[in-house]
């Protein structure tokens, strides 16, 4: 951390260094050190002018968003650091590469001229935080460049590129080369100051305040309504917009949204590093990837790689379902040129790197192979035994296994040190979320690899040990456990959906359910019923499958699907619903929602807690990366075991005793862990780091 000064001619240059991202952290002291630079630069009478840049990579990620957990005046000292800047008797021009995002924006702004370099963003993506631009960005941007255009930056988080920020009003100057060579020029003409601070209240203000609050969608996130009251309340007063900047952002600070939202960005990191990997272990190069298996999740999988720019050669021994695969490779990548996602030319150059193959000869010579077909340990069987035997010894041999043991299936290769599991989610092309299984043998690079290839192709990648449904199926059974139990024991299809996904769950299970198809969950609890007898399920949702209602692709599931997509309750289920209480002599009684979502959330919880306990996920925050990531819960809410702290650990182990000694109480045995860390104080997020 320091601020690196030097001088050029009359002109001191100021180049801010804190970490990665030059963050204007509070807390370290570095925010007190460029205010003691500037006021240096401010006494020196040599000196008429200052350019401030920042080191590396970037200008400046923003403020450093680990201060926000303390003290909420923390943020002050940095408010006071812009107002000084603003205030300068001599010209601040902020010369910005890389990104220049929330405070450090807000940064720019407080300076009196702005030259960016081609190729920089520039952002406020507070809101993604569930924060508003805190350090003056409600004040400064909209006169800077209109309210319309800076509440549309402000509510969308979105960065502008800097040509964009030029039209915008947002820089002044744009240079192709040496950003701080520019800015040092310009200072040399030591240009008059200016105060954006100072600029009119913009005269759009009333009308963009009323189009965005009309277009104001509910949700979990309280930030975007209070940025737009700091909009509305811009007035010439500009200390008196800034204190209520300030004291909007202190009471956003502590929300459960925006904690949840700062939980999962930095977790989301941390779900990167992985203990106990040593430094040195490179991952291997990446150039080539075979996917074996034309359906579903194949050609998801397909389409992800190929738009990640990897060429992949897919390999399904039906001619038939390959040439379907091929076309729907072909279609999804050209409703991208539709979409205006991307140009012809680089659709032509996806659709020219797929390579359809009807024998695994052609995988020979690939780096990575990814197996997608039948979930049948003898169909994986013969495909592993035969890429043992075709592909280079140093290739990486993945299965995209969702159920099946990946320790069985490395044994079946003469080296098992190249086998993992890279479980992707339906569709694979779209959702983000990648299970990658490290089985016993996994070599370290081979696990690096995977980490580096799912970061490549846009995932977040997670580690899970070896269990049954690894860690995001294994819990979801207990969720989906406790809402089969509480269809019998009186509530409808429609009450639990609606109310997960009013509490932030983007699907209830019922639905969910009937889109991944209601015959998986049928064929799993048929495994289940043998291999874990003590652990029964409600009978309900077996005589819904019984009658052949799959859910989506078969028109009817717990719901009904008149138009083939829109779910609608049906009464022949409410009718079913309602006769199966009766069958097993259960007199239904009201359940409430608040019953409902702590039902389903403590499932969640305590099965987390086992799999963090056994070791299966490193951390409490693996786990909740992947239920953002992979099951639609709400990112306000943080996932699962944030949520289990949100509770408390003692008040968690009540609640599961208190059930324990209901009806099937034997689904509620507290996890040890949970047991443990309510015994000694703890709580989940302890375990993170
Ligand atoms: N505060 C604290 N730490 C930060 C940070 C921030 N604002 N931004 C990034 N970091 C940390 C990351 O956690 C990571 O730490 P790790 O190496 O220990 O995991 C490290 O910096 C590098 O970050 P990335 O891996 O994300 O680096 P990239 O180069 O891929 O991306 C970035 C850089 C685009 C700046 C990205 O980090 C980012 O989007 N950061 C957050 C931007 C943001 O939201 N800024 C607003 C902050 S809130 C604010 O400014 C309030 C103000 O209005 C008062």
């Known amino acids: 951390m320091t601020v690196d000064v030097t001088s050029s001619g009359a002109t001191r240059l100021l180049r801010l260094s804190n970490g990665a991202v030059n963050a204007l952290s509070v807390g370290n002291g570095f925010v007190g050190e460029i205010a003691a630079a500037l006021n240096e630069a401010l006494a020196d009478v040599e000196c008429k002018a200052i ?14 968003i680990t201060d926000f957990d303390g003290d909420p005046r923390a943020l002050e000292a940095l408010r006071n650091l812009l107002l000084a800047v603003e205030d300068a008797s001599k010209p601040v021009i902020m010369a910005i590469h890389g990104v220049a995002l929330g405070g450090g924006l807000e940064l720019t702004l407080a300076g009196h001229y702005r030259v960016a370099q081609a190729g920089a963003r520039l952002g406020v993506p507070e809101v993604t935080l569930g924060l508003l631009p805190g350090a003056g960005g409600t004040q400064r941007l909209p006169r800077l460049i209109g309210a319309g255009p800076a509440l549309d930056m402000m509510l969308s988080g979105k960065p502008v590129a800097a040509d964009k920020a030029q039209t915008l009003g947002l820089v002044d100057r744009l240079v192709e080369g040496d950003v701080v060579a520019a800015a040092l020029e310009w200072a040399a003409e030591v240009p008059p100051t200016r105060r954006t601070g100072a600029l009119p209240v913009p005269a759009d203000r009333d009308e ?7 277009k104001l969608r509910k949700g ?54 992985i203990p106990g990997l040593s430094r040195d272990v490179t991952p291997r190069d990446i150039r080539s990837v075979g996917v074996i298996g034309g359906g579903l999740m194949g050609t998801g999988i397909t389409l992800a790689l190929l738009n990640a720019d990897l060429p992949v050669i897919m390999v399904e021994l039906r001619e038939e379902a390959l040439a379907k695969a091929g076309e729907t490779i072909r279609k999804t990548i050209q409703r991208d040129v539709d979409k205006g996602r991307i140009d012809q030319a680089k659709a032509d150059a996806r659709i020219a790197a797929f390579t359809p193959a009807t024998s695994l000869d052609a995988l020979a010579d690939i780096d990575l192979v990814i197996e997608a077909v039948f979930e049948d340990m003898g169909v994986k069987q013969q495909v592993f035994t035969a890429l043992d035997a075709i592909t280079r010894p140093d290739a990486i041999l993945a299965s995209n296994t969702s159920t099946l043991d990946v320790d069985a299936i490395a044994a079946l290769t003469k080296d098992p040190s190249r086998v993992v599991g890279l479980h992707f989610f339906s569709p694979a092309n779209i959702m983000r979320l990648l299970e990658v299984v490290r089985g016993r043998e996994t070599a ?5 690899t995977a980490m580096a290839f799912g970061k490549r192709v846009g995932k977040v990648g997670v580690v899970s040990g070896v269990c049954d449904g690894f860690i995001g199926n294994r819990m979801f059974e207990e969720y989906l456990r406790q809402t089969w139990f509480m269809l019998e024991e009186g509530a ?41 007898p003590d652990r029964p399920y409600s009978g309900v949702i077996d005589r819904i499958c019984e009658l052949g209602r799959f859910g989506q692709k078969t028109g009817k599931g717990i719901y009904a699907y008149p138009d083939g997509r829109t779910a609608e309750p049906d009464p022949e289920i409410t009718k079913l619903i309602e006769d199966y209480s009766a069958e097993i002599a259960l007199e239904r009684r009201e359940i409430s929602d608040e019953e409902i979502v702590g039902r389903c959330l403590l499932a969640l919880i305590n099965e987390g807690a086992r799999i963090v306990g056994e070791g299966i996920a490193y951390r ?14 709400g990112r306000e809410r943080g996932g699962p075991m944030f949520q289990g702290d949100v509770i408390g650990l003692p008040a968690l182990l009540e609640r599961l005793r208190t059930h324990a000694q209901g009806r099937n109480g034997w689904a509620w045995t507290p996890a040890p862990l949970v047991e443990e ?6 709580n989940f997020q302890d375990l993170n780091s």
């Open 620 to 633: 409490p925050v693996d786990v909740d990366m992947i239920y953002l990531h992979g099951y639609g819960f």
């Open 677 to 682: 860390l309510a015994a000694k104080g703890g």
């Open 208 to 214: 963009a305040v009323a189009a965005h609050r009309a």
């Open 444 to 448: 370290p690079d081979v696990l690096a």
């Open 220 to 273: 979990l996130n309280p930030a975007p309504a209070k940025i737009i009251q700091c909009v509305e309340a811009l007035s010439d007063d500009l200390a008196a917009g800034l204190a209520l900047e300030g004291a909007l952002f202190g009471e956003l600070m502590q929300t459960e949204a925006s904690r949840g939202l700062r939980h999962a960005f930095f977790g989301e990191r941390t779900v990167a590093r």
């Open 492 to 532: 409808l299809p429609q009450q639990i959906d609606g109310a997960l996904e009013r509490w932030g769950m983007a699907m209830g299970p019922c639905r969910t359910m009937d889109l991944a198809g209601q015959d998986i969950g049928w064929a799993i609890r048929k495994r289940r019923a043998v291999e874990q």
């Open 51 to 64: 350019v401030m840049t920042g080191a590396g990579k970037m200008f400046c990620g923003g403020a450093d």
